[in-house]
């Protein structure tokens, strides 16, 4: 035997035994009765079978009352029956009998959907393709390797899967997913959260490829005191012109410094890739030799420990105290290994979208506090939101990958092209796009909506420097 399913119903079967001289009056009354009791809470179905079995002089009636669940039966048999029952009995006395008895319900079949099989997954009965009980296919087989490729990429090849369905509205219609979901369309289109994590894998993957996750230089700004900063191997002209000299300064060399000056210079040019030391060299000879000494000696004290008490200070209160030689530590773990502090703030990225999402979200659920809506609704809005936000940038992404991946020949240039026209394009369709999937799900005037756009803006850019100055934060203390 299979164990119960899902379903509560309950099969109320009522016995009732007459004379044969009142079968037409008791028939009458029979069919009000049960008229009477379908009124009821619960009550969803009856039907009268005629027993031959009954004795002679007599006329057996069987009613098979289909309720909800037990709870409706008990609620009628408390409150509903001790008066019915009365009824009848005040009409023919003695001239008929009734015999009860509950039936709750363990599996129905259909014409054309009884099976003898069971679920290898799961034990239950098989009526159809799939288990009902848990999902699995009716068929189980041993795979060939092509099979559990297509099971494996049958979602990305095959055009009419769900994914693919998705993913033109989530693109072109703002809004409408969100609202299809919370009208209980869902079958046709991927979950939201599974949408979400496959485009943001997507998108993560992608800009992973290739990327320089934090480099080696560093940079020396005499313009607002003797500070170092760190970044990427400069690509670009303009990042490359920091430490590439111009023709006057390479032909006017500047004049010999001094040993401390020196060692400043050739302990910052060490921490630099060589292909750019020459020109760093010069730009660094240029400007200590005109620094002062008391801005040589902060450069110097700069450069010996970048993360020493003198440079580096935590002002926020008491907690700052506790956390300081904690984050001094983490300072210095940055500064000898920069790439290894971009990986690891670049995997921890995901993790702050999960924590951003959430208060964006109680942002929305204030503005529409009195909507009626749950704050789970304002949270699916932005999952697919943020969704369509990795699924554009993501394409973008995939552009200048390919742009770099194919260098100076005319597809690449085109992809380039391509990847920068886009990046425009996206930068005007993401406003956009929001406000329209804010008109299209909650339905409220264009005034309306813009205001509350705007607060949700603020709101917006207020966690996410929050959000990322935690990131920053936690990245350093997990080093």
């Known amino acids: 035997m299979t164990p119960e399913d899902d379903n509560d119903s ?39 079978l005629d027993d031959a079995t009954a004795p002679p002089g007599k006329v057996r009636r069987i009613v098979l009352y289909r309720l909800r669940d037990r709870a409706a039966l008990e609620h009628y048999l ?10 009848g009995l005040g009409q023919f006395g003695e001239r008929f009998s009734i015999e009860r008895r509950v039936l709750a319900h363990r599996e129905e079949f259909t014409h054309g959907a009884v099976s003898t099989e069971n679920c290898l997954n799961c034990g239950e009965v098989l009526t159809g393709q799939h288990c009902a009980h848990c999902g699995q296919r009716a068929k189980a087989r041993v795979l060939s390797l092509a099979s ?96 590439q000299a111009s023709p006057p300064l390479a032909a006017q060399p500047a004049a010999p410094l001094d040993p401390e000056r020196r060692k400043i210079v050739e302990t910052i040019v060490a921490k630099l890739p ?32 970048p993360c020493g008490e003198q440079n580096f200070k935590v002002d926020i209160g008491p907690l700052g105290e506790k956390y300081t030689p904690r984050l001094r530590g983490a300072c210095r773990k940055i500064v000898s290994d ?43 809005f932005f999952v697919h939101f943020h969704a ?16 770099a991946l194919l260098g100076g020949t005319g597809l690449g240039r085109g992809l380039g092209t391509a990847e920068r026209w886009a990046a425009t394009a996206f930068a005007f369709y993401v406003p956009y796009y929001l406000f329209r999937a804010m008109r299209r799900v909650y339905g409220q005037g264009r005034g309306t909506t813009l205001l509350k756009y705007s607060l949700l ?5 207020f966690f996410m420097v929050l959000t990322f100055v935690g990131l920053l934060f936690y990245t350093a203390l997990s080093l």
Do not use: C
């Open 148 to 243: 559990l490729a297509r099971d494996v990429f049958g979602d990305l090849t095959n055009f009419d899967s769900r994914l693919w369905r998705t993913l033109r509205p989530l693109a072109f219609k703002p809004g409408f997913l969100t609202l299809e979901f919370l009208r209980g369309r869902r079958m046709y289109y991927t979950p939201p959260v599974r949408m979400y994590l496959i485009v943001s894998f997507a998108f993560f993957l992608l800009a992973s490829l290739g990327a320089d996750l934090g480099g080696d230089w560093l940079k020396l700004d005499t313009k607002n005191g003797a500070t170092l900063q760190f970044g990427d191997d400069p690509k670009t002209p303009a990042q490359a012109d920091v430490w």
């Open 10 to 48: 309950i099969l109320y079967e009522v016995s009732l035994e007459a004379q044969a001289a009142i079968e037409a009056e008791f028939d009458t009354w029979l069919r009000d009765h049960i008229a009477g009791l379908l009124q009821f809470r619960g009550f969803l179905s009856a039907e009268i």
């Open 457 to 461: 803006g603020v709101g917006y850019v």
């Open 78 to 87: 408390r409150h509903h029956e001790p008066p019915m029952q009365a009824q």
């Open 338 to 380: 920069s790439k290894g502090f971009g990986r690891a703030l670049y995997e921890n990225v995901p993790k702050m979208m999960f924590i951003f999402l959430p208060l964006v979200a109680a942002v929305m659920y204030l503005l529409y506090i009195g909507s009626g809506r749950y704050y789970v609704e304002h949270l699916l």
């Open 388 to 403: 369509f936000f990795f699924l554009g940038a993501g394409l973008i992404v995939l552009l200048g990958r390919g742009a």
């Open 274 to 305: 060589p292909q750019e030391r020459t020109g760093a060299r010069l730009k660094l000879e240029a400007e200590l030799a005109k620094m002062k000494p008391a801005d040589v000696d902060s450069v110097k004290r700069v450069v010996d420990d």
